[in-house]
């Protein structure tokens, strides 16, 4: 009897198979072990990085990895996280790992494709290493071709080799970015991106540079005056020269109802109402240098030296000396060098003597910042330094750059002296302290959380949390909680009576902006 013949190929797939010597395993091959793993891989951004080319790859090491141990059950993937953020703060790990958490019968081990990708330094592996020793399950790393075992010295060699890799990286690149777009902007005066200043447009400026970007389409772009808000600028500037304050430019502005940024381009903020001018926008215009033609870069930093415990990156003003400036005119002026420079000095002169430093240039300290609320409108009052000492202001919501109505109540000024004279006398009656002093009082309020409601006339202790207006401190210690605990549910005491410095009679409230 003879033996039937083997089918025939009929696809491109089954002609390939038939060819694989029985030696070689097929991809698909079933596990020849049976743990369970979980898959780890990150692609850094979605805009220059293809994250599913990403997750290809590094799946596919992952499997090589794996195939004869067991199988891959669970595929994590991040895209546009950066390896500084925590595990427990980058979604898709925080997933896995509250997975693990809660099924941790159900997994052996995670298998991490590439470490640069997922480890910043090996800080993180420590962090990852006890939360998966806690549930019994393995870190498996290519680079280690198997389990990482911490106890084995070549291993944290490997370990210490890898996270030195990976920051090397990161600094190689940092630099290389860093140093071609301060070269851009100071040769060519190339725009590099972002929101057009106000008073700007963007137009059309040729093919990129680059040939393998203006190959798909990428063009430049260049600043020209808006018609529109561009004479806005030029006569906020003419107002500087002239004298007048950064304040009431802005309330000159809003008096001739002048589109603010968001309101003058709906773009920028769809979801924002135009609220008018405030004193921040204006003094950001009087301050931006590109209004005098020149590109200006690095005027802000917001990388991994400023980002946040939480991994968020916050956003800080550079030196003047770190920017970069075109070594020429890159786009058409709406103030001459010599115009901003003497703005410049206008505000320098008004803020020589600012409300944080004082006359010697020692910076001011508030003792009970956060800890008072007006007793007329409710809000926190602001650190404010008045006639060379520490005071606390409200100006019950009005602000400078906006002309106030008639009928609203005038500003409230408070000495920090007499607010906490008045707070010592109260700790001394309820037994508290016997006699503190400024800073012993001020320490005292802290540790107690302490919140006073203030007016012209008096100083009110509130119950402990009642203002949601202010600052959140530590909770004080037990031991201290426990020593005054009868004096904080006690009654709401009577208002303490505020004098003046003499003691004849209440202080003084200021009517009218100041």
């Not at 002239?242 to 003058?264: D, Y």
Request: aromatic share 6%; charged share 25%; net charge positive.
């Amino acid at each position: 009897m003879t033996e039937s013949a083997l089918p025939r190929p009929t696809t491109l797939a089954e002609w390939i198979a038939a060819t694989i010597p029985p030696s070689i395993p097929a991809l698909d091959a079933a596990p020849a072990g049976s743990l369970r793993f979980l898959f780890y891989g990150r692609a850094s951004t979605r805009e220059h990085q293809d994250p599913r080319t990403s997750r290809a790859w590094q799946l596919d090491v992952s499997r090589r990895l794996t195939r004869e141990h067991g199988a891959i059950v669970g595929e994590y993937f991040e895209v546009g996280c950066s390896r500084q953020v925590p595990w427990h703060l980058r979604p898709r790990a925080a997933a896995m790992l509250r997975y693990i958490a809660a099924n941790a019968d159900r997994v052996d081990a995670v298998v991490v494709g590439e470490y640069k990708r997922a480890f910043l330094d090996g800080a993180q592996v420590r962090e990852l290493r006890a939360v998966l020793e806690q549930f019994g399950v393995q870190l498996w790393l290519s680079e280690a071709e198997g389990p990482v075992n911490f106890d084995n010295p070549a291993h944290e060699a490997l370990l210490s080799l890898l996270a030195a890799r990976s920051q090397t990286e990161v600094m190689r690149s940092r630099h290389r970015v860093v140093t071609a777009m301060r070269m851009q902007t100071v040769e060519q005066g190339r725009y590099l991106g972002g929101r057009p200043p106000y008073g700007y447009r963007l137009v059309d400026a040729g093919p990129h540079p680059n040939r393998a970007l203006s190959r798909r389409g990428v063009r430049q772009q260049r600043l020209v005056p808006n018609p529109a808000t561009a004479p806005v600028v030029k006569l906020i500037f003419s107002l500087r020269l002239a004298g007048h304050s950064a304040a009431g430019i802005a309330r000159h502005l809003n008096e001739q109802s002048v589109p603010s940024p968001s309101g003058a381009d709906t773009e920028r903020d769809r979801a924002r109402l135009d609220p008018g001018r405030s004193l921040r926008t204006v003094v950001e215009i009087l301050g931006n240098p590109r209004y005098t033609g020149r590109e200006v870069w690095n005027r802000t930093s917001a990388d991994r030296a400023t980002r946040s415990p939480s991994g968020r990156r916050t956003s800080v003003r550079n030196e003047q000396h770190a920017w970069a400036i075109s070594a020429r005119i890159a786009h058409v002026p709406l103030v001459s060098e010599q115009d901003f420079v003497a703005a410049q000095t206008v505000q320098a002169t008004r803020h020589s003597t600012g409300q944080g430093v004082d006359a010697e240039g020692v910076e001011c300290v508030y003792l009970l910042a956060g800890r008072l609320q007006c007793g007329l409108c409710g809000r926190r009052m602001d650190s404010h330094r008045s006639h060379g000492r520490a005071a606390y202001r409200c100006r019950h919501g009005y602000t400078s750059a906006r002309t106030r109505p008639e009928s609203a109540p005038g500003n409230l000024y408070l000495r920090e002296d007499h607010v906490l004279a008045r707070i010592a006398a109260h700790l001394t009656t309820t037994g508290i302290a016997d006699n503190p002093d400024a800073e012993q009082t001020a320490r005292l309020v802290d540790e107690l959380g302490f919140v006073f409601r203030c007016d012209a006339t008096c100083v009110e202790l509130l119950e402990c949390g009642a203002s949601t207006s202010a600052r959140t401190t530590q909770a004080p210690c037990p031991a201290a909680r426990r020593r005054h605990a009868p004096e904080r549910r006690r009654p709401t005491p009577a208002g303490l009576d505020l004098c003046d410095s003499r003691g004849n009679g209440p202080a003084r409230r200021a009517c009218g902006p100041k």
